[in-house]
């Protein structure tokens, strides 16, 4: 399995001269001691690298790694920080440009020296890429996603920028895809009209994209099934526990039955919840059920008409009251 996030299925071939990469297996022993596991000590203050056992000196004048805390600042001034920012693994290049400071007294100069070096040192399309990230992560914030999921979207829409893979599409519909594709491999499976109404892309459109990609690159996709939506809308309806377990046995057994087969798990997910609620004596209207699962009105009633009519076989060993059920 390679390292890189979101590999190739079908790897292509290597053209040109491959990379030359440090030798990481190398490591560096005291000759006298010939310890399989050296005990080399870090001298910072004399810069000296110490064998800890017979005090060898194996090297003089290394550098020191470690964060810098001293400051230079004057008193009315800010404190700069020497050591910079943490890099960001979703961008490339060193990351260790030198930035001009905008402040000089109110000439403008420094404004002025801080735009061009600025243009000067530009990653050529880390722009672009920062862009997509922030619409990421807000997209993300808006639907209640974890960092983590934005992450994953981010990683996979850095590789689909590296292979040149979805040209012609517009932003919001690789974006689209990649957070529906972050969703599902996290268990945190998110409907398409969901994505929808966040992006604002068509649906068509996220489903080429989403097809392209899971053709493309290694994921851990898997097929979104009812039960997995039952939790987040079962919560949204402020339904109780008991109502929510009765809806996931419902679909269940649904499936085992094929009551609803051919419906989307949508649907048969926003039937079970819609006829459970009733079956409790705490109903919710198809309007409500509608709202919150995006379903129409008239498939939900559809669907439960499926279920009443098969309800003996569905609820069989369970003892509920049938006259709780509304005609469909």
């Not at 899971?214 to 949204?236: H, K």
């Amino acid at each position: 399995m390679s390292n890189i996030p979101f590999p190739r299925l079908q790897p292509q071939a290597d053209v040109g001269p491959k990379q030359i990469l440090p030798d990481l297996n190398i490591k560096i022993i005291c000759p006298d001691c010939r310890k399989q596991v050296p005990n080399i000590i870090e001298e910072f203050a004399s810069g000296d690298l110490v064998c800890g056992d017979c005090g060898l000196v194996l090297g003089d004048r290394i550098i020191d790694t470690r964060s810098e805390w001293r400051t230079f600042a004057n008193d009315d001034g800010d404190d700069p920080s020497r050591v910079g920012a943490a890099a960001n693994p979703l961008l490339d290049g060193s990351q260790l440009d030198t930035v001009i400071s905008r402040r000089d007294g109110g000439s403008g100069t420094a404004r002025d020296l801080n735009k061009v070096h600025g243009r000067a040192n530009a990653v050529k399309g880390e722009k672009n890429l920062l862009n997509a990230y922030q619409e990421i992560t807000a997209m993300s914030d808006s639907i209640g996603l974890t960092r983590l999921i934005a992450d994953i979207a981010k990683q996979l829409y850095k590789r689909v920028e590296e292979e040149k893979l979805l040209r012609g599409k517009s932003t919001e519909s690789i974006i689209a895809a990649c957070i529906f594709i972050a969703c599902r491999q996290e268990n945190v499976p998110r409907t398409f009209k969901e994505i929808c109404v966040i992006t604002r892309v068509p649906k068509k459109e996220i489903g080429r994209c989403f097809k392209t990609l899971i053709r493309t690159f290694e994921t851990n996709v898997s097929t979104m099934a009812s039960e997995d939506l039952m939790s987040r809308f079962c919560s949204m309806l402020k339904l109780r526990m008991e109502i929510q377990k009765t809806a996931t046995e419902l679909t269940i057994k649904t499936k085992e039955l094929g009551t609803l087969a051919g419906k989307s798990p949508v649907s048969v997910a926003a039937a079970c919840i819609y006829m459970a609620s009733c079956l409790y004596n705490q109903p919710q209207s198809t309007k409500d059920v509608a709202q919150v699962t995006g379903v129409s009105e008239v498939t939900i009633k559809n669907s439960y008409k499926l279920l009443h009519n098969e309800k003996a076989s569905l609820l069989q060993g369970k003892k509920y009251d049938y006259t709780n059920l509304p005609p469909p």
